[in-house]
T-cell receptor, first 114, second 118 residues
Framework: GQQLNQNPQSMFIQEGEDVSMNCTSS?????WLWYKQDPGEGPVLLIA?????ELTSNGRLTAQFGITRKDSFLNISASIPSDVGIYFC??????????????FGKGTHLIIQP | GAVVSQHPSRVICKSGTSVKIECRSL??????MFWYRQFPKQSLMLMAT?????????EQGVEKDKFLINHASLTLSTLTVTSAHPEDSSFYIC??????????????FGSGTRLTVV
């Protein structure tokens, strides 16, 4: 099946630092999404990417959809304590017309040291 | 914004019993909902796609007789874990894709159900 390779698995950073994480795949995806999940909660959508090469920002977050539709990165600038959590990339397959569920990466666990 | 409400948030049941989890779309209609399972410190894995008025589509390796899905209306999908065993203990999350004339608003997730089978 389709797989998303997400890196890094975990990050230990100082408050105020910038963060960068990425996902790659051997498959092409129609839509690429970035989610944040807090313990015991469902994922919350951060950024959705629909077009190849698309660069989108949401506050301190910036994400880009690779031109080949096989990769994406998420950057967080000037990290703050509430950024702590697990970040997942997720892709919606090229086929299916929206009827397919998402394939998730394994997550990046962000830990911020004061 | 569109909200998917999932209940219960936590449930503890005895081995051999059945548990029903509900997923409701509060302010939109969802012809398709998705059910995921997440084991501790792991990613979300798609279990099945729930289709209103028709049979659910299950991912490879997911037992359809064990995980019963019913999508009887455009706002409600249920997942029933039948004859639950300790290995079924997990975090179950539902999701719906929001499509309207205004565009594609992506996938919204419920808050999840923590199932513990003792």
């Amino acid at each position: 099946g389709q797989q998303l390779n997400q890196n890094p698995q975990s990050m230990f950073i100082q408050e105020g630092e910038d963060v960068s994480m990425n996902c790659t795949s051997s498959s092409i995806f129609n839509t690429w999404l970035w989610y944040k999940q807090d313990p015991g909660e469902g994922p919350v959508l951060l950024i959705a990417l629909y077009k190849a090469g698309e660069l989108t920002s949401n506050g301190r977050l910036t994400a880009q959809f690779g031109i080949t539709r096989k990769d994406s990165f998420l950057n967080i600038s000037a990290s703050i304590p509430s950024d702590v959590g697990i970040y997942f990339c997720a892709g919606q397959p090229m086929e299916g017309g929206g009827a397919d569920g998402l394939t998730f990466g394994k997550g990046t666990h962000l830990i911020i040291q004061p | 914004g569109a909200v998917v409400s999932q209940h219960p948030s936590r449930v503890i049941c005895k081995s051999g019993t059945s548990v029903k989890i509900e997923c409701r779309s509060l302010d939109f209609q969802a012809t398709t909902m998705f059910w995921y399972r997440q084991f501790p410190k792991q990613s979300l894995m798609l279990m099945a796609t729930s289709n209103e008025g028709s049979k659910a589509t299950y991912e490879q390796g997911v037992e359809k007789d064990k995980f019963l899905i019913n999508h009887a209306s455009l706002t409600l999908s249920t997942l029933t874990v039948t004859s639950a065993h300790p290995e079924d203990s997990s975090f179950y999350i539902c999701s719906a894709r929001i499509l309207s004339q205004g565009g594609d608003y992506g996938y919204t997730f419920g808050s999840g159900t923590r199932l513990t089978v003792v």
